[in-house]
């Protein structure tokens, strides 16, 4: 089945610091993934799209300047949080979709970030 | 966008099949419903999807009301390792392959 990982599953980094987290598909293609952010108790909220070959879309109210997403080939896409901060620490996840109509999407096993 | 609603939290007891709720009144023809759920700090596991017809696979099955309001996620046999907070997705066709989460149900399998 469709595999997509996610690297590093976690790290600790110090207020300041910039942090690459890199999303990729195993086994296809994806010109499109969509980059999300957890925090604890809540529910997955959408931050971004990243597109191959062009600009991410992000959603109301998430800052493209803090969160850089380059998607530089098809099977790779990286999200980095600049100048993190600790409110920055959460649960970042990627996931992606085979391309075809209806197919499900499928994510990675997520990166954990804290921000000290 | 056509939004979901489910309940905050359920319990089923082991080895008890276990009917999780759904409700999307206001979904379109062509939309699909997706079932994920997510065990603490990993990512979300694909479970089943369907368009009108029921879906069964190796996890669960999906019945899909006819008027597609509404559907119902069943885990035939509920085990520990079932214990996982469950989203029903319908995706948002006119804004692309996105999907939006809503709140989940928390699903406690009890011993």
């Known amino acids: 089945g469709a595999v997509v990982s996610q690297h590093p599953s976690r790290v600790i980094c110090k207020s300041g610091t910039s942090v690459k987290i890199e999303c990729r598909s195993l086994?296809?293609?994806?010109?499109?993934m969509f980059w999300y952010r957890q925090f604890p108790k809540q529910s997955l909220m959408l931050m971004a799209t990243s597109n191959e070959g062009s600009k991410a879309t992000y959603e109301q109210g998430v800052e493209k300047d803090k969160f850089l997403i380059n998607h530089a080939s098809l099977t790779l896409s990286t999200l980095t949080v600049t100048s993190a901060h600790p409110e920055d620490s959460s649960f970042y996840i990627c996931?992606?979709?085979?391309?075809?109509?209806?197919?499900?999407?499928?994510f990675g096993n997520g990166t954990r970030l804290t921000v000290t | 966008d056509a939004k979901t609603t489910q309940p905050t939290s359920m319990d089923c007891a082991e080895g008890r099949a276990a009917n999780l709720p759904c409700n999307h009144s206001?979904?379109?023809?062509?939309?699909?419903v997706y079932w994920y759920r997510q065990i603490h700090s990993q990512g979300p596991q694909y479970i089943i999807h369907?368009?009108?017809n029921n879906e069964t696979n190796e996890m669960a099955s999906l019945i899909i009301t006819e008027d597609r309001k509404s559907s119902t996620l069943i885990l035939p046999h509920a085990t520990l390792r079932d214990t996982a907070v469950y989203y029903c997705?319908?995706?948002?066709?006119?804004?692309?392959?996105?999907?939006?989460f809503g709140t989940g149900t928390s699903l406690t399998v009890i011993p």
């Open positions: 997705i319908v995706r948002v066709k006119n804004t692309g392959n996105q999907f939006y």
């Open positions: 206001t979904i379109s023809g062509n939309e699909y």
């Open positions: 996931s992606a979709p085979t391309g075809k109509i209806g197919s499900p999407l499928h």
């Open positions: 369907g368009l009108k």
């Open positions: 086994d296809f293609q994806a010109t499109t």
